[in-house]
């Protein structure tokens, strides 16, 4: 087995199965909260309170989590964690999303996912935590005054819950009588901004209130009073639109549409599938409920059939790529109010409670409203992140909300018309672009031309909410190198070279990225990291989707592109570093001094293939050392810029050298010059196990759960020089992630393995 060994210690750990992240806020300036030495054999280095990764070999269980780590995570005995939902997804992995309560009132933002593998073990949790709370439950100002405050704060000229026809709509939704629109108030811990850095010196006791208008000119809002001073310390918006300019539309064509026939005539009431849609007609003026007839169901309608066509497009899509029912996942009524506002550039979720509006362009006709099937796809997307990841509509969190908008709406369009522009809104008149979004006046590089600064933004409908809609083009350029590839140099001059996988895998990480580790404070460090984490799910840790991945968030300077295929480490350590890590070797003393010096830190020398130790490596007494095995990683720990090519990169052959180590130290090293690859990966019950042997030999292949016991060995394999073919079938064990191992007696070679349905 490829084991981890600390020459000083003689620990030893087993298998590696994922990809650590250990790039932290010092790229981005973003808080993540670094967690102390004294934890260095629980978790993986690199971790953070925000990202924790445990060892492999933890006995962890999503019951134990937050009691057994209070003291890791900075909890007191006023905190508790209320779990709020729990998710299994198709691998078989089951996620706990957990909700900070400080002295029994939730605090804003505190939240947290503890993802437990189908053996039942946790070795990642991911969120964020307002530790060290010190705020006092009192408060003077009454839920009624509290209101009345928030409602001025607001000014909008009416309410939904005024709106009799969106009431009766709501109680049919929630199939209760008693529903409505009237704000209901909770005292919770809120910060007096949105910086996001999260002190909890900036937390004090609420009045929470979610506020729907009937005003377009006043966007619906999450709104924060200060129980004490009565004071509206914070706000977001809860309507989440995407505004544009004018243009023309192309048509889908002549489609098919589901109707419902009712009262001698055909309704856009489509109830042919578990989740009911319903396009209401607004005529140019606000929500109604007047949905769309047609006597003999050959609709005439452009702007109706349009609505009814991207709605029904939508769900198609999510249900038949992603296996979710409508925006909500569980079958929730699509709403759908179409031709509002006439004259008006927008399209919302949100301004209607929990549904879309689609305005009518300036011109009156059918082919300018806002309706297009991307823009759809948009809108119900944003449905979908406020039941995940509740991302906050404002400053980056609220630009990845616009983003994974975008690149659904696109995904949709994609799905429904068989081809994909990366256009925004490009059948009426294209407002963003994901391939130059320079083109439009938006960003393509993290903090670079164009970038909406959110350093001290106040966040309001005049600045587009700290520059949501402008700051997403980020992301999502991002899909679409991850999508299409691409060369070049970034706005802060950095090359890259980014092997695209097509957008039917980049849209599954994309999704899983958003509705398993994304939460509601998130930022792009953590959209990066959430994209790594579902890619090493789906494809595997040294899959090049990973690495695509890894590569193409540096491309938007969102951290250092994959590792050097070779590291060759020189000088003095942990002066120079703490990580070095190549995605094949490793080497120290490689014809240079290699020293490591006593230090508090421990510092880790890391591959995929090989970490060799030649003469000149020497790590003193007193020291922290240790180097291990790690199946590929899409970070750079070491280097900042790519090094000179190494003569490996070049292709130049040597004569074979020998693995040699400082003298009187273990040997680390794994090691074939052969190859191993499994198809398909993930797989059901088979996969094809292809060995590439440089010579004749026999060979043992055994397969590891995550907690290192093997369940299933097959020996005496002979294999010939050149490429050999072996069948496997793992029916007979559980869905998860495995370990394979491929044992050529005097070197190893492993390989990350996942079943799932």
Known sequence: MQKIFNLFTGYIRPPLLALLLLMGSQVLGQAEHPIGDQFTKIVKPGSTREWVKFWDDSTITASTFFSRFKDLLNLTDDDVMR??????????????????????????????????????????????????????????????????????FMHAKKYLWQNLVLEKSLQEQQKNTNATYYPKGEL?????????????????????????????????????????????????????????????????????????????????????????????????????????????????????????????????????????????????????????????????WGCTGNSTIFYAGSTGAANDDWNTDDIMGHEFTHGVTQDEAGLVYNKESGALNESYSDIFGEMVESWSEGNCDYLVGADRGAIRSFISPNTYGDPDTYKGTYWYSTTGCTPSSGNDNCGVHTNSSVQNRWFYLLSEGGTGTNDNGDSYNVTGIGRFEARLITYRALVVYMGSSSQYIDARKAA??????????????????????????????????????CGNYPANGTFVQAISVTYGGNGCTTTITPSATTVYFMARDKVILYPGFT????????????????????????????????????????????????KVQVDAGNDVMVTPNPFTSNFMLTITSQEAVRVQVNIYNAAGSIVKQQSGINLLKGINKIPFNLSAVANGVYMLEVNFGNAKIMKKIVKGN
């Not at 003077?140 to 405050?149: D, F, I, P």
């Not at 494809?539 to 690495?547: D, P, R, T, V």
């Not at 020291?623 to 900042?640: H, M």
């Open 532 to 569: 790594i984490e579902a890619a090493v799910d789906l494809y595997g840790s040294c899959s090049q989707e990973a690495i695509s991945v890894g590569d193409a968030w540096h491309a938007v300077g969102v951290e250092s592109q994959s590792s050097a295929f070779t590291q060759n480490a």
């Open 83 to 152: 779990l709020v939902k729990t998710t299994k997804d198709e691998l078989g992995f089951t996620h706990y999303k957990y909700k900070q309560y400080y002295k029994n009132h939730q605090v804003v933002f505190g939240e947290y996912i503890v993802h437990q593998q189908p053996d039942g073990l946790i070795t990642k949790a991911n969120g964020r935590l307002i530790s060290g709370m010190r705020a006092s439950t009192n408060f003077s100002v009454s839920e009624k005054q509290a209101l009345t405050n928030a409602l001025q």
């Open 619 to 666: 790590a003193q007494n007193g020291s922290n050392f240790v180097a291990y095995l790690e199946p590929c990683s899409s970070t750079r720990y070491f280097a900042e810029k790519d090094p000179p090519m190494s003569d490996l990169e070049k292709g130049i052959q040597h004569p074979p050298v020998q693995n040699m180590m400082a003298p009187s130290q273990p």
């Open 188 to 348: 919770v811990f809120a910060p007096d901004n949105y910086d996001a850095q999260f002190e909890p010196s900036n937390y004090r006791l609420a009045w929470f209130f979610k506020i729907y208008t009937d005003d377009p000119d006043v966007p619906a809002k999450d709104v924060y009073v200060d129980a004490l001073t009565g004071r509206v310390i914070y706000s977001n918006d809860i309507s989440m639109n995407c505004s544009g300019g004018t243009g023309t539309s192309a048509y889908n064509g002549n489609v098919n549409v589901y109707t419902l026939y009712s009262g001698g005539t055909y309704t856009s009431h489509n109830d042919c599938q578990a989740t009911d849609i319903y396009v209401y007609n607004c005529n140019g003026g606000g929500a109604s409920n007047t949905l769309y007839n047609d006597g003999d169901n050959a609709w005439s309608n452009m702007s109706g059939v349009q609505a009814m066509w991207g709605a029904a497009q939508t769900y198609s899509y999510y249900n038949g790529v992603h296996s979710r029912q409508s925006w909500d996942g569980a079958a929730g009524d699509m709403i759908a109010y179409n031709n509002a506002y006439a004259g008006s550039n927008n399209a919302c």
